[in-house]
């Protein structure tokens, strides 16, 4: 298939999100269990092998923030107050359909905020340790990923075999290595697509329930990527500065960051984030035990939230090396201390590297668009 056929596969995944709420409507239909979650630590093949669907729960409109700001404080991050004011206005189709809902005790404002959603939902919260290496820490997530499975077996009366948690561990990973080979074609100079079209991938894929279909089309659109590529077209000019992004949870609202990167010349090659390289660059260990194996995984996975967090920065570092980076983008929304506190950190490990760094700090609201346009085209225009 030719080049125009990819316009249309982008936005089969850019659709995903709201063609799933059918999908997941049909699913109830049929008995499926829906559990929402909220967060990369939830170690979702514990739902999974349990026969349930697991989907993010929306949080990245501002559609529903007013009516969050009647129950929650106005001065906590937007992800924060849209996710509970999705469950208060039952906007969220997500959220609606879901018999459980999975969190887990990362930051202060969203441990608190699932004590309220609590009363609206069935929660299942997940105690977190805030660090990653000490053995009580190990043990401890090890026995939370454990009590996940005997709440999920509980609610929805099933027993999880080993068998069936050890597949669903090799289907997740199998996932996982495709949208890493996917997200890896960017390391071409220049990149075979634009960091917007990655996004649309990378966030869309998560709202495919049918796993087998949806290995399938990412298997597709790489290979459509490469033959395209390799017949020539360079739909990315090679002069395009390499962005790499991190921070916060980016998608929705907040790719008003790619569009403004993009459109002053940049072109973002990678995603530090939740939505890219974070939730996908580690495989879970198929040959321990497997509970064992996705405590140790998801433990380590680098975000603010832990103290210290090498991990977030040895991914970083190696992603800027691999990708041949020629400026780091980090975007926080507002209130949300633990990344605004480690942006000094962040800075000093990026500028150690010899790469020019900016963080911009942003909320839901389309009020700064013009403001974030100004500071990164400078940005983009101080690296020419
Ligand atoms: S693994 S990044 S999804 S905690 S809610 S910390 S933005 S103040 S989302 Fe996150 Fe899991 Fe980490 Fe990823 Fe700040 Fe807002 Fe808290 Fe947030």
Same mark, same amino acid.
């Given at each position: 298939m030719?080049k125009?056929?990819?316009?249309?596969?982008?936005?089969?995944?850019a659709d995903?999100?709201k063609?799933?709420?059918?999908k997941?409507?049909?699913?109830?239909?049929?008995?499926?269990k829906?559990?929402?979650?909220?967060?990369?630590?939830?170690?979702?093949e514990?739902i999974?092998?349990?026969?349930?669907?697991?989907?993010?729960?929306?949080s990245f409109s501002?559609e529903?923030?007013?009516?969050?700001?009647?129950?929650?404080?106005r001065?906590?991050c937007?992800?924060?107050?849209s996710s509970?004011?999705?469950?208060?206005?039952?906007? @969220?189709?997500?959220m609606?359909?879901?018999d459980?809902?999975?969190?887990?005790?990362t930051?202060?404002?969203?441990k608190?905020?699932?004590?309220?959603?609590?009363?609206?939902?069935d929660?299942?919260?997940?105690?977190?340790p805030?660090?990653?290496?000490d053995?009580?820490?190990?043990?401890?997530?090890?026995?939370?990923?454990l *009590?996940?499975?005997?709440?999920?077996e509980a609610?929805?009366?099933?027993?999880?075999?080993?068998?069936?948690?050890?597949?669903a561990?090799?289907?997740?990973?199998?996932e996982?290595?495709?949208?890493?080979?996917?997200?890896?074609?960017?390391?071409?100079?220049p990149?075979?697509?634009s960091?917007?079209?990655q996004l649309?991938?990378?966030?869309?894929?998560?709202f495919?329930f049918?796993?087998? *279909?949806k290995l399938?089309?990412?298997?597709?659109?790489?290979?459509?990527?490469?033959q395209?590529?390799?017949?020539?077209?360079r739909?990315?000019?090679?002069?395009?500065?390499?962005?790499?992004i991190t921070g916060?949870?980016?998608?929705?609202?907040?790719?008003?960051?790619?569009?403004?990167?993009?459109?002053?010349?940049?072109?973002?090659?990678?995603?530090?984030?939740?939505?890219?390289?974070k939730?996908?660059?580690?495989?879970v260990?198929?040959?321990?035990?497997?509970?064992?194996?996705?405590?140790?995984?998801?433990?380590q996975?680098?975000?603010s939230?832990?103290t210290?967090?090498?991990?977030?920065f040895?991914?970083?570092e190696?992603?800027?090396?691999?990708?041949?980076?020629d400026?780091?983008?980090?975007m926080?929304?507002? *209130? @949300?201390?633990t990344?605004a506190?480690?942006?000094?950190?962040?800075?000093?490990?990026?500028?150690?590297k010899?790469?020019?760094?900016?963080?911009v700090?942003?909320?839901?609201?389309a *009020?700064?668009?013009?403001?974030?346009?100004?500071?990164?085209?400078?940005?983009?225009?101080?690296?020419?």
């Open positions: 030719g125009n056929q990819l316009p249309k596969d982008f936005e089969n995944f995903a999100r063609e799933g709420f059918l997941i409507k049909n699913l109830k239909d049929q008995g499926v829906v559990v929402g979650t909220f967060c990369t630590y939830t170690p979702v514990v999974m092998a349990s026969g349930a669907v697991s989907v993010g729960i929306c501002d529903t923030i007013p009516d969050a700001e009647r129950v929650l404080p001065n906590l937007p992800l924060i107050k509970y004011g999705f469950a208060l206005t039952e906007k @969220c189709p997500y609606y359909f879901s459980l809902l999975v969190g887990e005790t930051c202060d404002g969203k608190k905020m699932y004590e309220l959603l609590g009363e609206l939902k929660m299942h919260v997940m105690q977190l805030q660090t990653q290496t053995e009580i820490s190990k043990e401890m997530w090890y026995r939370e990923v *009590a996940l499975k005997a709440r999920v609610d929805f009366g099933v027993e999880i075999t080993d068998e069936d948690i050890r597949a561990i090799r289907l997740k990973n199998e996982r290595k495709l949208l890493k080979e996917l997200y890896e074609l960017s390391k071409a100079c990149p075979p697509i960091g917007a079209e649309k991938v990378l966030y869309g894929s998560q495919k049918d796993y087998e *279909a399938q089309e990412l298997r597709e659109i790489i290979d459509k990527i490469r395209d590529y390799a017949k020539g077209e739909p990315v000019p090679e002069s395009a500065k390499r962005i790499l916060c949870p980016l998608a929705g609202a907040t790719e008003k960051v790619v569009t403004a990167i993009e459109e002053s010349g940049g072109v973002v090659v990678g995603y530090e984030n939740c939505i890219g390289a939730t996908v660059d580690k495989l260990d198929e040959n321990e035990e497997p509970y064992k194996a996705l405590a140790d995984r998801y433990l996975i680098g975000c939230v832990m210290p967090d090498h991990n977030r040895e991914l970083l190696r992603l800027i090396d691999e990708f041949k980076v400026g780091v983008v980090e926080t929304l507002q *209130a @949300c201390h990344y506190v480690e942006t000094e950190s962040l800075r000093r490990v990026v500028q150690g010899g790469i020019p760094f900016i963080s700090e942003t909320d839901y609201s *009020a700064d668009t013009a403001q974030l346009k100004n500071r990164l085209a400078a940005f983009l225009e101080m690296m020419a």
